[in-house]
């Protein structure tokens, strides 16, 4: 399922199967030989070691969007509608391109440092700012003309009209994606997740606080809301970027260097790849909150889907390795954390969106659909691990045609039909995206990840670290 702020659906351990120094090849396979349940025990510690902190920084990073949102619902209900559209569609769309072409660096980064290529992070990173701040100017009209575009969509007047003024001050929000992406997955390819969770955690204390004063104290409304959001995710950039750059990372970081400007070309082509992957299944619950605003009472609609999206992204898991064993572990936890969250969610049906909204007939429409909220969280807790594992081992380009296959030839095609056509509104149309795209992707990645090659993909590996690593060619007068 894709995420409406989803920064944080990550590989938690970058190829590292695939590119261990050769020192400690000999240990891994003394692991090998252990009996299972010391296999499975050191598995969990190396597991919990990278997704604690990464679990941490990501509520914290969540939190802060739904800060957002809940502000905006106790304004007013248009003012809800606003909040979700102009974040969902407008923000989202060109947010789940920047977070894909961002993703490439998952690949590069984390089999470079595996491969003990160190220098190549910092390399890499800069480039990345150069292609994806370019990428963010070339989709500013989206922001600019978001009004006329959602109108033309079919969405409401007064929801249009709100929505496209909260995009605009959504733009700030754009830019700092291209940084802070690019921040995290250099500093987590180096297993430095500890100081993203605790910079996390500084910046939603300070958003509660922004949010409060802008929308409260100074009667900014969703304006302030929305500023409160750029403010707190550009002070992420720049408390990541603060680390990275003065001795965190004294190994990987050597400064700004004229080599980012080489090779731009081919690394916008792998970027390109990356972004299409994860756009494409970014966008897929994007287009179901849009479709949600053609339906009966869209207002309500809308609201209603939004709650129940919001928090099946934030509990999802994260995701997971790109080794066999570590894959089988990594779903196994997450399945677990998804029940619990599960069970959670049905004992609290009733409680889990008064943080959102206090209208009565948006409660009780988030209360009669959350079984569809259950089954989307078990989903969420099994998709993104495999998803982590191609992006791990660099199958963008494949996963980018499991995605347009699944998620829009099969699932968009049957939610239309089971929702508008047989006229079972919200309950089918989302019934049919979860279980003719998303279920039917699991099912594929799941297939393809059990039956991989890994020696095979450990020798593609080193040959993917070499490509990147060369220095570019010097031309000859």
Not at 62 to 85: D, K, P, R, S
Not at 243 to 266: K, N, R, V
Request: aromatic share 12%; hydrophobic share 50%; net charge neutral.
């Amino acid at each position: 399922m894709g995420s409406i702020i989803d920064e944080n659906r990550q590989p938690l351990l970058f190829a590292s199967a695939n590119c261990l120094p050769e020192n400690k090849i000999e240990r891994r396979e003394d692991e090998d030989d252990k009996d299972l349940k010391t296999r499975v025990w050191i598995e969990t510690k190396k597991l919990w070691h990278i997704v604690g902190p990464a679990i941490f920084s990501r509520i914290g990073t969540y939190t802060m969007n739904i800060i957002t949102q809940g502000f905006a619902g106790h304004i007013g209900e248009v003012e809800l509608a606003a909040i979700t559209i102009s974040n969902t569609v407008i923000v989202g769309l060109s947010f789940g391109l920047i977070l894909g072409m961002a993703s490439a660096l998952e690949t590069l980064c984390g089999q470079a440092y595996g491969a003990k290529k160190h220098h190549m992070l910092g390399i890499y990173m800069q480039r990345s700012w150069i292609v994806i701040t370019l990428c963010c100017i070339l989709l500013l009209p989206m922001y600019i003309f978001a009004t006329p575009i959602l109108k033309a969509l079919g969405q409401p007047d007064d929801v249009a009209e709100l929505s496209g003024l909260v995009a605009l001050w959504f733009i700030p929000l754009q830019f700092s994606f291209a940084f802070q992406f690019t921040i995290q997955r250099f500093l987590q390819s180096q297993l430095k997740t500890a100081v993203i969770a605790w910079i996390s955690l500084a910046v939603l204390a300070i958003h509660t606080a922004i949010s409060w004063l802008l929308v409260y104290k100074l009667n900014l409304g969703i304006v302030g809301a929305a500023v409160a959001l750029d403010i707190s995710w550009w002070l992420l950039v720049i408390g990541l970027f603060i680390y990275a750059a003065c001795g965190g990372c004294p190994e990987t970081w050597s400064g700004f260097s004229i080599q980012a400007f080489s090779g731009l070309w081919e690394f916008f082509r792998l970027s390109a790849a990356a972004g299409v992957m994860l756009c494409l299944e970014n966008w897929y619950y994007r287009i179901l909150i849009l479709m949600a605003g053609y339906l009966h009472n869209a207002t309500l609609t809308v609201d209603a889907l939004s709650i129940c999206v919001r928090v099946a992204n934030e509990l999802g898991a994260g995701r997971g390795k790109a080794a066999k064993f570590a894959t089988a572990i990594s779903v196994i936890y997450s399945t677990l954390i998804g029940l619990i969250f599960c069970v959670l969610i049905m004992i609290y049906q009733d409680k889990f969106a008064l943080f959102f909204s206090s209208n009565f007939d948006v409660l009780k429409f988030v209360k009669k659909i959350s079984y569809l909220l259950t089954l989307t969280i078990l989903l969420n807790s099994v998709q993104p691990v495999l998803s982590g594992v191609a992006v791990g081992s660099g199958w963008q380009l494949k996963v980018a045609y499991i995605n347009l296959g699944c998620y829009y030839l099969v699932g968009v095609p049957l939610g239309i039909l089971m929702g508008m056509f047989l006229h079972t509104g919200l309950e089918g149309l989302w019934a049919g995206m979860i279980f003719g795209g998303t279920t039917l992707q699991t099912i594929i990645l799941a297939f393809i990840t059990y039956r991989s090659d890994w020696e095979k993909e450990a020798r593609k590996a080193r040959m993917h670290v070499e490509k990147w690593s060369e220095p570019p060619p010097v031309s000859q007068s």
